[in-house]
């Protein structure tokens, strides 16, 4: 499996807004800034910008491509047959 810009729905499902600085489970996810990350989802409202999601309050917004942001990778690809029966 490749590993892969996550889209702005993915990265908000590990949001954990009773968490602050950073909004995100820190037993799942250890040693993670609160800041700001990057989505793969395009902004409609013009092509240079795209989503991020901000890990230090749990919000989101659009930002010029240009800007200097985090990025957190997912893994792509179709699941392990192996991980079916954890259903």
């Given amino acids: ?12 499902s590990i949001v954990e807004k009773r968490c602050q600085d950073p909004s995100i489970r820190s037993t799942f996810f250890p040693n993670i800034p609160g800041g700001l990350f990057w989505s793969a989802s395009p902004y ?3 092509p240079d910008y795209a989503w991020f999601v ?3 309050n749990g919000g989101g917004n659009a930002d010029s491509k240009s800007s200097a942001l985090f990025v957190r990778l ?9 991980c079916r029966s954890l259903r």
């Fill in 1 to 12: 499996m490749a590993w892969r810009v996550p889209t702005l729905a993915e990265l908000q």
């Fill in 44 to 46: 409609v409202g013009g």
């Fill in 54 to 56: 901000d890990f230090g």
């Fill in 74 to 82: 997912a893994r792509g690809g179709q699941l392990d047959q192996s």
